[in-house]
């Protein structure tokens, strides 16, 4: 089955600063790969995702890549605020299997 | 986005009783809906999908008895804890999935419920 790594579980940046979060993901035939922000205490909020017929996709500050033949994608969060401060998740899934694989996690902090 | 909200929030409940949780997607219908775990600091841990009109399915470990799902209408799905232990303390969110386009498919999660048995 799918299995999705992500790095690095915590990531501390200045406001200001950009910040990056990989993953990897094992299954080749995964085309959908979202990206969800949970602060503390809530659900996970979707930010942005990335269907495979795409390499990049932009929204304001937020930004997905993906690389299809290397197998992984990544966040990219520009001019970081401290409100961006939260654990991201990065999961895939395959169109029709419904379920999603998610990776273990990464706590940013954006200290002001 | 779309909206998918969770009722209640939060649950005290004495060891030995149940405990119903719902799962509404607000403005989309949903055919399928998700249920979750969540331990403090950890990722998403699926427990079941739900299906409306049918039976859910379970993933590997989960006991069907003890998790009751049922997903009655296109916009509810419940999970009833049963004889509730202190054990089965914990985050419970659940997603729905909203279909997009022609192929296409996005979950939305709602806002969990944090369980706390006695």
């Known amino acids: 089955g799918e299995n999705v790594e992500q790095h690095p579980s915590t990531l501390s940046v200045q406001e200001g600063d950009s910040a990056v979060i990989k993953c990897t993901y094992s299954d080749s035939a995964s085309n959908y790969f979202p990206w969800y922000k949970q602060e503390l205490g809530k659900g996970p909020q979707l930010i942005i995702d990335?269907?495979?017929?795409?390499g990049e996709k932009k929204d304001q500050r937020i930004a997905v890549t993906l690389n299809k033949t290397a197998k992984h994608f990544s966040l990219h969060i520009t001019e970081t605020q401290p409100e961006d401060s939260a654990v991201y998740f990065c999961?895939?899934?395959?169109?029709?299997?419904?379920?999603?694989?998610f990776g273990t996690g990464t706590r940013l902090l954006v200290s002001p | 986005g779309a909206v998918v909200s969770q009722h209640p929030s939060r649950v005290i409940c004495k060891s030995g009783t149940s405990v119903k949780i719902e799962c509404r997607s607000l403005?989309?219908?949903?055919?399928?809906m998700f249920w979750y775990r969540q331990f403090p600091k950890q990722s998403l841990m699926l427990m079941a999908t739900?299906?409306?009109?049918?039976?859910?399915?379970?993933e590997q470990g989960v006991e069907k008895d003890k998790f009751l799902i049922n997903h009655a209408s296109l916009t509810l799905s419940t999970l009833t804890v049963t004889s509730a232990h202190p054990e089965d303390s914990s985050f419970y969110i659940c997603?729905?999935?909203?279909?997009?386009?022609?192929?296409?498919?996005?979950?939305?999660f709602g806002p969990g419920t944090r369980l706390l048995v006695l």
């Open positions: 739900s299906n409306e009109g049918s039976k859910a399915t379970y």
């Open positions: 403005d989309f219908q949903a055919t399928t």
């Open positions: 997603s729905a999935r909203e279909m997009v386009g022609g192929n296409g498919e996005t979950q939305y």
């Open positions: 990335i269907r495979s017929n795409v």
């Open positions: 999961a895939a899934s395959k169109t029709g299997f419904q379920k999603l694989v």
